[in-house]
């Protein structure tokens, strides 16, 4: 009932930038809070950064300062902007929302089918 797409990831040398995208479709009422996972090699998945519905925004340190999150409600649309990247930063990369469906009162959650981001040092 609701697709989460993303796109953007691939490969890049240590310090630099990569912008990801996740569009959400499908029979979408409201988006609530949104967010980007990873999960490297051999390691859990980590939240690392989550934004609401009003644009707040929350960051694991491990990315905070190095990466931006942010949304366009209209396009039903979630960004990750990430500069200054390191190796520690490979990692299949996920987006996650809460969605309201059209005529339902409650939210599910919803994932990504994930990205790949290399950092090569």
């Known amino acids: 009932q609701v697709q989460l797409v993303e796109s953007g990831g691939g490969m890049v040398q240590a310090g630099g930038s990569l912008r990801l995208s996740c569009t959400a479709s499908?029979?979408?009422?409201?988006?609530?809070?949104m967010g980007w996972y990873r999960q490297a090699p051999g390691k859990q998945r980590e939240l690392i950064a989550a934004i609401t519905s009003g644009g707040r925004t929350n960051y694991a340190d491990s990315v905070k300062g190095r990466f931006t999150i942010s949304r366009d409600n209209a396009k039903n649309a979630m960004y990750l902007q990430m500069n200054s990247l390191k190796p520690e930063d490979t990692a299949i990369y996920s987006c996650?929302?809460?969605?309201?469906?059209?005529?339902?009162?409650?939210?599910?959650?919803?994932w990504g089918q994930g990205t790949q981001v290399t950092v090569s040092s």
């Open positions: 996650n929302a809460d969605v309201r469906l059209t005529g339902y009162l409650v939210s599910y959650n919803y």
């Open positions: 499908g029979r979408i009422g409201s988006i609530n809070a």
